[in-house]
């Protein structure tokens, strides 16, 4: 069986802080890749996966955020014996600022 990549962009490994303003009020997390349609992020504890998300990400390197409205496509536990559960979020980027789509493609995933 041959695995094919559904993904439309190709991805970008960062270490970038995000505050996801939620229904649940704002959960902390921390982005691991991203790219022009998506994002997975580690978290402690889990938004309401069938509400819109609205990411507020930091890009330190840059001294740069960028804003965008997502929505959750998957999620995954991870459990740990030393520390509270975790979680991991797959997002879609459901708008982002034209601005930001720029400074995206053009300086923080080069």
């Known amino acids: 069986m041959e695995f094919r990549e559904r993904r439309e962009y190709s ?3 960062v270490e970038w802080p995000v505050k996801i303003s939620a229904a ?10 991203i790219s022009l349609g ?9 938004p309401n996966i069938d509400e819109t998300l609205d990411l507020s990400i930091e890009i330190p390197e ?10 959750a496509i998957r ?4 459990p740990s014996d030393e520390s ?10 459901t708008n982002l600022p034209e ?3 720029e400074f995206l493609s053009s300086t923080a995933l080069r």
Do not use: T
């Open 38 to 46: 998506g994002a997975f992020i580690r978290l402690e504890r889990l």
């Open 84 to 93: 509270p559960v975790s979680y991991g979020l797959g997002v879609r980027i």
């Open 24 to 33: 649940k009020g704002l959960i902390s997390g921390m982005i691991k890749n």
């Open 11 to 13: 991805r970008a490994k």
């Open 62 to 71: 840059h001294g740069y955020a960028l804003f965008a409205n997502a929505e």
């Open 75 to 78: 999620f995954d536990v991870y």
């Open 99 to 101: 601005d930001d789509l």
